[in-house]
């Protein structure tokens, strides 16, 4: 037998995000999000499907709750619904919103699962959006209420902090590109978004400090290598600059850096307005750093792409011609960017921790016969967790991994057509039925690691 054993005391764990499962959106006080609002907006979504239902975890958390502890997972991933909290985005507190996850976090912990909490995934309260969002300080302040008011209700219990979920994603999905929330189109504003976003994550984690001393605070970011389509200078450069786009113009400044030089060149009177004492209150020391891993970014030169960066990604035609397997996502699975994104992190910034806060894919899931066999993301996690046992071994701390997701739901602007899942959700009877993959990870779990018959 061969073996991939992980360290002692090793948390895997399972993710999901409020707007994604919860459902409930109008009960006990929630007030609108911004994803309310976009998903509910004709052609925004796939079929217009909105986050009205969702998974419903919002009244069957206890069964979730229940499925996780049958997993046998130590550890859940999951995020705090400002509008459910603060339905107004500053200003009266929802006691019914913070009751509910009091009762979750106590239902985790007598199941022996870790509450670890992100406080924003992008479902920000539409009172604030309809201030100007993200684009405005005063959101930046609002953050830092809203963490401080979650933190003093949950610290007692919840040790584990993530302050933003993929701030890349909000920035320029949602201001610049226009295909998430808040739909926005506006590259001026995305890049201050971006800053903003920063912003809010160092005052948040001053004010998680200083509600939960003992705290572990991080921020997840999302992650690629980023690698040329060919050896020729021209993509080679538009790789550099997709990196600058999407890796290091976060990690350079939260690991005290400032903003990359050759990010601020390219942006030029785009660049953001940083006030005194920005980069300091970004660059707080962190406990973790949170990575969501799923492909590298192929890229190459293109002048005829009318945006910011003179490139484009390859689509997922091109990659399947290139030899690439693709999941229902179109992203290359490439097991191997995981290894060389974990070390490149390990070697350039430093980090003390790293947790995988997600990794997963999309796989076409059939319910047959009352079973579901999905022996493809069984492939693509084992392969995955053999990538980060490698990087284990290269001094990588890696002290957790979330699977992206326990159950499958909303996908944001593809709705309901794609499924993560390590439980399969029938959407017309709301039954959760655990995949292949579920009872595989729970091996996984129980055994800390890969057991495989020797080749």
Known sequence: MRERRFPDG??????TAAYQIEGAVSEDGRGPSIWDTFSHTPGKTFEGHTGDV??????????????????????????????????????????????FYDRLVDALLQAGVTPFVTLYHWDLPQALQDRGGWAERETVEAFAAYADIVARR???????????????????????????????QDV???????????????HAVQALRAAVPDAQVGITLNLSPVRAATDS????????????????????PVF?????????????????????????????????????YYTPAFVRHDPSEANLLNLALLSPEELRAAGY??????????????????????????????????????????????????????AFLRDHFAAAHRALQEGVPLRGY??????????????????????????????????????????????????????
């Open 402 to 455: 979330f699977v992206w997701s326990l159950m499958d739901n909303f996908e944001w602007a593809h709705g309901y057509s794609k499924r993560f899942g390590l439980i399969y959700i029938d959407y017309e009877t709301l039954e959760r039925i655990p995949k292949e993959s579920y009872a595989w990870y729970a091996e996984v779990i129980r055994a800390n690691g890969l057991v495989e018959p020797g080749r």
């Open 10 to 15: 090793f948390l895997w764990g399972t993710a």
């Open 325 to 378: 397997e693709t999941t229902e996502m179109g992203w290359a699975i490439v097991p191997d960017g995981l290894y060389e994104l974990l070390t490149r992190l390990l070697h350039e910034y430093a980090p003390r921790v790293i947790y995988i806060t997600e990794n997963g894919a999309a796989f076409a899931d059939r319910l047959v016969a009352g079973e579901v066999r999905d022996p493809r993301r069984i």
């Open 54 to 99: 969702a998974c419903d975890h919002y009244h069957r958390w206890p069964e979730d709750v229940r499925l996780m502890q049958q997993l046998g997972t130590p550890a859940y991933r999951f995020s705090i619904a400002w509008p459910r909290i603060l339905p107004q985005g500053t200003g009266q507190v929802n006691q019914r919103g913070l009751d």
């Open 188 to 202: 001026r504003v995305a890049i201050q978004v971006s800053h903003n976003l920063l912003v809010s994550h160092g």
């Open 233 to 252: 200078e021209e993509d080679r450069l538009a790789a550099q600059r997709y990196d600058g786009f999407l890796n290091r113009w976060f990690l350079d």
């Open 154 to 184: 949950l610290g007692d219990r919840v040790k584990h902090w993530i302050t933003h979920n993929e701030p890349w994603v909000v920035a320029f999905l949602g201001h610049y590109l226009g295909v998430h929330a808040p739909g926005l």
């Open 256 to 292: 005290g850096r400032g903003y990359p030089q050759d990010m601020l060149e390219q942006y030029g009177e785009l660049a953001p307005t940083v006030e005194p004492r920005d980069l300091d209150a970004i660059a707080a020391p962190l406990d973790f750093l949170g990575v969501n």
